[in-house]
């Protein structure tokens, strides 16, 4: 069974409540998502394999550690995803980006998808899904499905807030795969948005709104 991580280091926790804040600007929460999506890349990519080599320091020789020759596809769900990419590369600059466009339907909730465009290797690839947003779970377990289908093995899904609703979705649909959320808020309200929350997320990250 996949792991669910809530992680709560402070300067995640700091960064989420000004996102939360429906006064912040659409500067602002885009520049938070990003930096809230490299805090949890370093969290996610916590277990990447590393290898001993050696190298010589002006002083002597040393052994290192370095990550041992892992191949990783940053994936973001279309497209609130996107304000989440750019955080990530900042730590993993060598990552490949794909992405899947999903959007939710207003009536059914259930997501429709309009947009794939995957690196051909992603099945040899750790390939981490990334969007702000775990809400009914319907979008998180179709993109997972996707790349499933392409052959990948190791996923992990990336969402700054979750509903329990949306967890248990995944949970259920994909138990291999670990989630990374900085917080589960309470429920879900009729629309289908998570309360508190944070609002519409793609329209904050765009100023769609
Ligand atoms: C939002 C969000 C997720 C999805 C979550 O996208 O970014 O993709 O809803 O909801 P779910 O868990 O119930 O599927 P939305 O469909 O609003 O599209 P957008 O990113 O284009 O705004
Ligand atoms: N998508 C959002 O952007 N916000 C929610 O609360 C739920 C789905």
Redesign the pocket.
């Known amino acids: 069974m996949g792991t669910l991580h809530v992680l709560d280091h402070p300067l995640l926790q700091h960064k989420l409540s000004i996102l939360r804040d429906k006064n912040t600007s659409v500067k602002e929460f885009r520049e938070l998502v990003s930096e809230i999506c490299t805090l949890m890349c370093y969290e996610a990519t916590r277990d990447l394999p590393v290898e001993v080599v050696e190298v010589e320091t002006p002083v002597a020789p040393a052994k290192v550690k370095k990550i041992a020759g892992k191949k990783l596809a940053v994936v973001p769900i279309l497209r ?1 995803g996107i304000g989440m990419v750019d955080g990530f590369l900042t730590l993993v600059p060598s990552a490949k980006v794909g992405h899947i466009g999903l959007y ?1 339907d207003p009536d059914t909730l259930e997501p429709v998808e309009y947009y794939c465009k995957l690196p051909k290797d992603i099945s040899d690839r750790d390939v981490y899904i990334v969007d ?2 775990l ?1 009914t779970g319907g979008s998180a377990t179709a993109a997972v499905q996707f790349i499933k289908n392409y052959g990948s093995k190791h996923i992990k899904l990336l969402c700054i ?1 979750a509903a329990p609703e949306g967890i248990e979705r995944v949970r259920k649909d994909h138990p291999d795969i670990d989630i990374y959320v900085a917080a589960v808020d309470d429920h879900l309200n009729n629309h ?3 309360v508190p ?7 904050r990250i765009f100023g769609t709104k």
Do not use: E, F, S, V
Request: glycine share 24%; net charge negative; charged share 20%.
């Open positions: 609130a939710r702000p947003m809400a807030l289908g948005y998570i929350g944070l609002g519409d997320a793609g329209d």
